[in-house]
């Protein structure tokens, strides 16, 4: 069974930065895609950014140029630089990674990790 786990999330004033990290339980991660996602209550879960195997990064128009995906195939583990924050950043931010294996398809998702941005 695949986990994600997050952490790093947490209270930050507008401007700051955070780093948010997810542990992966995959043996073959470094072959999978990954990507961060968040909602906030009363609307959908939006795409943040998403990073493939081979290192392809692709980030939603709110947070291009402040926040910054990675991953360390070594530690199965995907980050998320996020700088330049802003109250509207504040959501639940969830690990993700969908992928066909034997023709099925798979997706997996973390417990998520709260980030507050406020003054």
């Known amino acids: 069974q695949v986990q994600l786990v997050e952490s790093g999330g947490g209270l930050v004033q507008p401007g700051g930065s955070l780093k948010l990290s997810c542990a992966a339980s995959?043996?073959?991660?470094?072959?999978?895609?990954m990507g961060w996602y968040r909602q906030v209550p009363g609307k959908q879960r939006e795409l943040v950014a998403t990073?493939?195997?081979?290192?392809?990064?692709v980030y939603s128009d709110s947070v291009k140029g402040r926040f910054t995906i990675s991953r360390d195939n070594a530690k199965s583990t995907v980050n998320l630089q996020m700088n330049s924050l802003k109250t509207e950043d504040t959501a639940v931010y969830y690990c993700?990674?969908?992928?066909?294996?034997?023709?099925?398809?798979?997706?997996?998702w973390g417990q998520g990790t709260q980030v507050t941005v406020s003054s």
């Open positions: 995959i043996i073959i991660f470094g072959m999978i895609p």
């Open positions: 990073i493939t195997s081979d290192g392809s990064t």
């Open positions: 993700n990674t969908e992928f066909s294996q034997f023709g099925r398809p798979e997706i997996y």
